[in-house]
């Protein structure tokens, strides 16, 4: 092959990575849409989310980049958490392990967004962050499954609300009823005997308004 047609090829390739990056990032999925909904397809059923990019851009990107790589596809809910002592549900998170509890990629972490306004209430969904750092949030999210005002910010950050359920909530009770064990490898309580699995989240047709 002609050198010059080679080295054109190569320079076109290079020329396309970045535009072929771009395509998966969230900020480039409905970019006009600022309230993108997507469906989370269950091992217990479904549930969709409306997503809220006027409050909390970079959240929603961040989670839609994630959604886009497919990487979210056979991750777990490893957390089902139920305050027993005061009688009431709390939390159930996901989106950080395979259903062999080995931890996912992560991208870097995001700016935290919990004074948007937003508030940690029943059905919203929320990202988790690590080891009592505000801004270390990736790719973990979790939804919260009482009005859990103590994760809304105060004299401290608070937990980044980014959208909230608007179908499946029979879905969500129903995984907060499941039975929960210590999980000898991650070393976390509260995760369930069977797991949950996220077979796929997926960006849904913008709505007409």
């Known amino acids: 092959m002609n050198t010059r047609l080679i080295s054109a090829f190569f320079t076109l390739c290079l020329l396309l990575t970045p535009l072929a990056h771009a395509a998966v990032q969230g900020e480039f999925v409905q970019k006009s849409n600022l309230f993108p909904r997507v469906e989370f397809t269950t091992s217990l059923g479904k549930i969709v989310v409306e997503l809220d990019r006027s409050r909390a851009p970079l959240t929603v990107n961040n989670f839609l980049t994630y959604v886009q790589d497919g990487s979210y596809k056979g991750s777990v809910f490893h957390r089902v958490e139920r305050d027993e002592e005061n009688e009431r549900d709390f939390v159930i998170q996901g989106g950080g392990y395979d259903k062999d509890y080995d931890g996912l990629h992560e991208n870097d972490p995001i700016f935290n967004e919990s004074g948007s306004g937003l508030k ?11 080891d009592r750092k505000p801004h270390s949030a990736t790719r973990q999210f979790f939804f919260n499954m009482d009005n859990n005002d103590h994760l809304n910010p105060g004299s401290d950050w608070g937990f980044s609300v980014f959208g909230s359920v608007v179908e499946g909530f029979e879905t969500l009770d129903k995984i907060m009823r499941v039975e929960t064990d210590y999980q000898e490898k991650i070393g976390y309580s509260y995760v369930p005997k069977q797991a949950v ?5 997926k960006v849904l047709e913008a709505q007409p308004y």
């Open 197 to 201: 699995i996220i077979y796929d989240i």
């Open 120 to 130: 940690n209430d029943m059905y919203t969904i929320a990202m988790a962050y690590q």
